[in-house]
């Protein structure tokens, strides 16, 4: 969308997302670094990023679905591409087509695949391991069917054991150890051919959890995009999407007054009221109304009112007048306002913030030198 036409601008800073790629494989001498870009790179674009990491050297990639999976083929004809959420009833053929290496978690989604290995010839797969999340994975009963009908198991290719932490984001949290111990155990269940695979558990967090979260294979997602993935820690990660809104109009405050729907807010003292041209059909969060705020340049000003769909409003009385008149921008996330902060303004974390960012923007990408 041209500038002009547009109410907010968002800015994606490629080379950013490649520094954080090159700072988060650097947290291992031995463990590969793949790359997840599900739900359009969580927000920021699939296509672009994607195509900025290969060129980084990332060779594996994970999607959530199969759709995704596909765009991503199009774009990268030689990386692995790995569908998390498994293999989609009616999609297998397209899995073998285009090359997507199902993360296979359940018996039936194992015996399904290797049938379909052995009619149209073999192609990786990953397995995933239930190890405390419960949400999907290989449970000890999978894995007693599996031993009990090995023969169902030829033609199967598998190239990483995996599984997802619960807690990662919590350094001393007890669950922590308590999945890798988990994990250790059903791997030892599985079928020789099976148990001696490289592993891969660690998200974006976990890569800060050490070597033996680490593993044969990372998966980082938010650190990639800037989120913090130390929440007690200043975020090692550089700032990745800058959403900047356009001031619509200023209001001078003279007398008693509300603002916004609801009259939620109201205006006692003198001041001045600017409408920002962003609401919650953008994806800035409605919970923000009289919570959240915006920076301008160097300055904070708060959110006041709710929300609208297309608009919000600040006050920004004691912000200079040139600073905050018709056409400034206003900082919505990054700038000088935190991403992780503002999330949790909104009663949320910065995966939400990111993946709800809406379609009209002026969107602008940084290139990243290589
Ligand atoms: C989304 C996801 C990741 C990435 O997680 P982040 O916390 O964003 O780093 C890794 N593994 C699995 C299984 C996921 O679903």
């Known amino acids: 969308m041209d500038p002009y036409l547009a109410g907010a601008y968002l800015t994606i800073d490629l080379g950013a997302i490649v520094a954080n790629y090159k700072y988060l494989a650097a947290q291992s001498q031995t463990a590969e670094c793949a790359a997840v870009v599900k739900a359009d790179a969580y927000g920021l674009g699939m296509e672009k990023v994607a195509t900025a990491l290969a060129k980084a050297g990332c060779r594996r990639f994970f999607v959530a679905l ?17 569908v998390l959420n498994g293999l989609m009833p009616g999609a297998e053929a397209l899995y073998l087509s285009e090359r997507l290496t199902p993360v296979l978690n359940s018996y039936e989604e194992i015996v399904k695949w290797a049938e379909l290995c052995r009619a149209r010839g073999p192609h990786p797969s990953m397995l995933h391991l239930e190890t405390g999340i419960h949400r999907l994975g290989l449970q000890q009963s999978d ?23 619960a807690c990662a984001d919590i350094e001393d949290h007890t669950k922590n150890q308590a999945q890798l111990d988990e994990f250790e155990r059903l791997k030892a269940m599985l079928p020789d051919a099976l148990s001696h695979l490289p592993c891969s558990v660690a998200n974006s967090s976990a890569i ?45 405050v003279d007398r008693e007054m509300t603002v916004g729907y609801g009259a939620t ?29 915006c920076g301008i340049g160097e300055f904070r000003v708060p959110v006041v009112g709710r929300v609208s769909m297309d608009m919000i409003t600040i006050d920004v009385t004691a912000i200079p007048q040139e600073l905050s008149q018709r056409g400034s921008l206003v900082d919505l996330i990054g700038g000088s306002v935190d991403l992780d902060e503002i999330a949790k303004k909104a009663g949320t974390i910065s995966y939400e913030m990111l993946t709800s960012l809406g379609s009209r923007y002026n969107r602008h990408y940084e290139e990243a030198e290589n």
Request: net charge neutral.
């Open 143 to 165: 894995i007693e069917k599996i031993n009990r009908d090995l023969g169902a198991l030829d033609g199967l290719e598998v190239t990483y054991l995996m599984s997802h932490l």
């Open 208 to 252: 800060f959890l050490g070597p033996e979260f680490q593993m044969d294979l990372m998966r980082p997602g938010i650190a990639l995009y800037g989120g913090n993935p130390v929440p007690k820690l200043k975020n090692p990660m550089q700032p990745v999407a800058r959403l900047q809104g356009k001031i619509l109009q200023v209001h001078d």
């Open 66 to 82: 199969p759709a995704e999976g596909l765009t991503l083929r199009r774009l990268l004809p030689d990386v692995s591409i790995n």
């Open 265 to 293: 807010h109201r205006m006692i003292e003198n001041g001045r009221i600017a409408t920002v041209s962003v609401g919650y059909a953008d994806g800035y969060l409605r919970s923000l109304g009289n919570t959240g705020f």
